[in-house]
């Protein structure tokens, strides 16, 4: 907490994975597409700016580089809460009933539950995120290995690395769509400042997060 009546929510570490995992999977489903490919068939690379667009090798450069910057993000972000044993984002047992609750009382039905640092939805909605990345970062890895000399895998499996990489493309833009779309909520709104300085207002932590604030009053008082 501060004098200005706001509660630091995220460190500059945890902005920094948001926004590299961010980055990075924008640039990976755009460079992804781009392979395919989409960008010269539904004219794309005639946008000034994207000419490059439709060459496969830029893509393909741009898609390398991307994923390196997802696993390099993935891999600080394990090791960064791991070491200081922060896994207050991790699902909990009832976290499903408990978003449909919160979605619920969001549309003017009923009253939400008292809430941690995270909410049930943002929970869930972790895990969702994660599944998926991780998904994408191992099948990434089987269809760039295969292409190392003395490596082979079978066709079954370059099959199902293939599908499972795409699904997962699919399902991460779902993600990324549904997550957006939680801002169009009023309630959820206050949260977006957290992303870009690192703090939310005092006052809508202490109605919405009551939980989190009073472990916060507890860590004050015992300072």
């Known amino acids: ?12 570490a945890v902005r920094f994975v948001h926004w590299s995992v961010a980055v990075s999977t924008f640039l990976l489903i755009f460079s ?3 392979q395919l490919p989409l960008y ?9 700016g994207l000419t490059w667009s439709s060459n496969f090798h830029i893509t393909l450069t741009l ?10 993000a993935a891999a600080f972000h394990i090791v960064y809460h791991s070491l200081r044993r922060e896994f207050t984002i991790l699902p909990r047992r009832g976290d499903v009933r408990e978003s449909l609750i919160v979605i619920k009382a969001m549309l003017g039905f009923g009253e939400e539950p008292p809430a941690d640092k995270y909410l049930a939805e943002q929970r869930v909605a972790y895990a969702f995120i994660a599944f998926n ?4 970062i191992v099948t990434g890895f089987i269809k760039v290995i295969k292409n ?6 079978s066709d ?3 099959d199902w690395a293939t599908n499972l990489h795409n ?7 779902v993600g990324i769509i549904a997550h957006l779309a939680a801002f169009i909520f009023k309630a959820n709104r206050p949260l977006l400042p957290g992303m870009f300085t690192g703090y939310v207002d005092e006052e809508y932590v202490r109605k919405r997060h009551s939980l989190w604030y009073e472990k916060l009053q507890k860590k004050l008082s015992s300072d």
């Open 1 to 12: 907490m501060n004098k200005s009546g706001r509660i630091k929510r995220h460190s500059l």
């Open 63 to 72: 898609h390398y580089v991307a994923a390196i910057w997802l696993v390099f």
């Open 40 to 48: 010269q068939r539904y004219m794309v690379d005639k946008i000034p």
């Open 133 to 136: 990345l991780l998904l994408l």
């Open 32 to 34: 992804g597409l781009g």
């Open 148 to 153: 190392f000399p003395g490596i082979t895998f």
């Open 167 to 173: 699904l997962g493309m699919v399902m991460i833009i």
């Open 156 to 158: 079954t499996l370059l």
